[in-house]
């Protein structure tokens, strides 16, 4: 390895390893601040509010007598309330004695169960809160599509093209373009040939241009851990050629993928420079992946690792607040929902284990995301903040799940579990926690 592929490389992990730890901080004080404010609205008080654990490197008491405080080592992070034994929330058991009825009242566990539930969950109620309100904000700032076919901008391509931002789009070769919502169907439909012809509305009058294929093989996306990506694949990219065959849609792609079983292939990609664009060949072997079906249940298929885009973007309009409201709420019940049926597709065995991603996986997202822009980090971000807040709920003690379980457990025998039976089931829970860890990372390293 030359010196410059080692600074590359260098450069990359730092990159990566920046951005995985802005994200997980960002997760971590959601997370936790709902611990801290609903404990301190129940009047339970916090000694410590961490972002990271070991050494402190900066510290402040408030005048409520909780300790603000960044630690050494940013890779998570707690709240330690009076009258918990560790930062994992395990109860002392000798915490309240010598204490008054009201002193013990804002400690942990001399508070009643109701405070002591409504602070537990809400870390995870937090983390679903922020997820909503950033999808709900991405709607309003975004918009939607218009339900004309109006020409927002046409993407850079080495086809020669007729279409002019502003254009709205009346029909394709004769046929009548349907609304922005049916335009994917409309398009399948279409003869899959390299020329089109296009009537549209230019500045009040109909015109007719020719132009490509209107979902050409334009790279909108490459996803991490992908073959695409390995082959130096960008957003932006254009594939022209398959093994030396033109590829005029992406639907052409996705067949000669899925038909050839893994097999090497070579793409001949086009990609947008200052010097106008240039052409290169690149080789990848497509991978095996389990991704979502409509049925909610998965599928495998033969993935290269792209989103295809189309020719070009439409025109979006403003979004009431009642229907962002519900497009962020859909959002984060479809994370929920999707990931609760991949876990359940492994652990049957229904779907590959190397679905499961470790923090290796999660920072190359993070980082990849990160890569295309402000807005894609921050959704990643709200996604992972949904995954996090719903594994927190998983009832395996040291989770907020499990000390819920106990929670529970004291409520119907009206008195809680014995201490030495909560020490034990800890151990055990943090073991469970161990395994995911060290599977989720076997996963990173040796999965493809």
Not at 53 to 64: A, H, L, S, Y
Not at 111 to 139: D, E
Not at 208 to 237: L, N, Q
């Amino acid at each position: 390895m030359d010196v410059n592929t080692l600074l590359s490389s260098l450069g990359g992990t730092a990159f990566t390893l920046v951005f995985f730890i802005v994200a997980l901080s960002i997760i971590v004080t959601v997370h936790e601040y709902g611990h801290y404010i609903v404990g301190r609205w129940s009047g339970i008080k916090a000694d410590v509010f961490s972002l990271g654990f070991g050494k402190p490197i900066w510290q402040r008491t408030d005048k409520r007598g909780t300790v603000w405080q960044i630690a050494s080592l940013p890779f998570g992070g707690y709240v330690k309330f009076a009258g918990d034994a560790n930062a994992a929330s395990a109860p002392d058991a000798h915490a309240v004695e010598g204490l008054s009825a009201e002193e013990a009242r804002h400690t942990m566990p001399g508070a009643p169960l109701w405070a002591r539930t409504l602070t537990v969950a809400a870390g995870p109620v937090f983390n679903f809160i922020f997820s909503f309100l950033v999808f709900t904000l991405f709607v309003l700032f975004v918009g939607q599509a218009s339900d004309r076919i109006i020409v927002d901008e046409v993407a850079p391509t080495p086809y020669e093209t007729g279409l002019q931002t502003g254009d709205q789009i009346l029909a394709i070769n004769g046929q009548e373009a349907p609304e922005t919502s049916g335009l994917l169907g409309f398009l399948e439909a279409l003869p899959r040939q390299a020329q089109m012809s296009y009537t549209v509305l230019r500045d009040g009058n109909e015109v007719s241009v020719d132009g490509p294929y209107p979902y050409p093989v334009v790279v909108a996306a490459v996803s991490p851990k992908s073959a695409a990506r390995d082959a130096g694949i960008e957003t932006g990219d254009v594939i022209t050629h398959l093994d030396g065959t033109p590829v005029n849609t992406f639907w052409d792609l996705q067949d000669y993928v899925m038909g050839h079983d893994g097999a090497e292939m070579t793409l001949t990609v086009w990609r947008d420079s200052k010097a106008g664009g240039e052409t290169f060949e690149t080789t990848l072997e497509p991978r095996r992946r389990d991704i979502p079906a409509d049925d909610g249940g998965f599928e495998t298929r033969w993935l290269i690792g792209i989103t295809g885009g189309l020719l070009f973007s439409v025109g979006t309009e403003p979004v009431g607040l009642g229907e962002a409201i519900l497009s962020g709420a859909e959002g984060v019940w479809r994370i929920i929902t999707t990931s609760l049926s991949g876990l359940w597709h492994m652990i049957t065995g229904a779907i590959s284990a190397c679905n499961l991603s470790g923090p290796v996986g999660i920072a190359e997202v993070v980082s990849t995301s990160a890569a295309d822009g402000a807005m894609s980090f921050v959704t990643t971000v709200a996604m992972l903040s949904t995954a996090i807040g719903l594994i927190n709920l998983f009832p395996i003690p040291v989770l907020d799940g499990g000390h819920l379980v106990f929670y529970a457990y004291e409520a119907v025998r009206g008195k809680p579990l014995p201490d030495r039976a909560v020490g034990i089931m800890m151990t055990v829970g943090l073991a469970v926690i161990m395994t995911f860890m060290v599977l989720g990372l076997g996963s990173d390293l040796f999965c493809k």
